[in-house]
């Protein structure tokens, strides 16, 4: 079985793999905030474009790979009694406030990035709020994707039955509206 999210599809049995993947549009999208930021006041089309689908990405599917984190990957790992997987859970409570941290600096370009995008110029103050949200961005996600990908995941993979990596590849599905098929 696979489940296919965003571009690339991955085995239904490697749900940690479908989370890297989603780090590697995290990443993508952030840096097209950061080019926008960089950038002028006023919007060309090229910056226009960056910003919307930065945007729509970080409002519509960012918030899933939370969930899927959040709801579907840590709680399982939580009950598991692993001693690698243990030292690797220890991590949890930080990524868990780097989720928040995150969660209201996105709501915050969401705002500005969404008047800029109506308006085509962001005022001198807003804009400066914009490249502070998106400088700390971009300080938190690197640290956080890498303990992640480097840590909890391969500790994930290798402790989760088939089971529940079942379960969690189907939930993701699920918040994605995704159909699992049989290959
Ligand atoms: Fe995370
Ligand atoms: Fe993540």
């Known amino acids: 079985?696979?489940?296919?999210?965003?571009?690339?599809?991955?085995?239904?049995?490697?749900?940690?793999?479908?989370?890297?993947?989603?780090?590697?549009?995290?990443?993508m999208f952030l840096r097209s905030l950061q080019t926008v930021a960089?950038?002028?006041?006023?919007?060309?089309?090229?910056?226009?474009?960056?910003?919307d689908l930065a945007l729509r990405y970080f409002r519509e599917s960012a918030?899933?790979?939370?969930?899927?984190?959040?709801?579907?990957?840590?709680?399982?790992?939580?009950?598991?009694?692993?001693?690698?997987?243990?030292?690797?859970l220890m991590r949890v409570g930080e990524l868990e406030r780097d989720h928040r941290e995150a969660d209201g600096l996105h709501r915050r370009v969401e705002e500005l990035g969404t008047a800029w995008l109506e308006a085509n110029e962001l005022g001198g103050s807003e804009l400066a709020e914009f490249r502070s949200a998106v400088t700390r961005l971009g300080n938190i996600y690197p640290h956080h994707i890498e303990i992640e990908d480097r840590i909890l995941f391969p500790a994930a993979a290798r402790a989760?039955?088939?089971?529940?990596k079942a379960q969690i590849a189907a939930e993701m599905a699920g918040r994605r509206s995704v159909k699992l098929t049989s290959l």
């Open 1 to 27: 079985m696979r489940v296919q999210i965003g571009a690339t599809a991955h085995n239904f049995s490697d749900p940690t793999g479908l989370l890297s993947d989603c780090h590697r549009r995290i990443e």
């Open 38 to 51: 960089n950038g002028e006041a006023k919007l060309d089309e090229e910056h226009r474009r960056a910003l």
């Open 63 to 88: 918030p899933k790979h939370t969930a899927d984190e959040e709801e579907s990957l840590f709680p399982r790992l939580q009950g598991l009694k692993d001693e690698e997987l243990q030292s690797a």
């Open 160 to 164: 989760l039955s088939l089971e529940q």
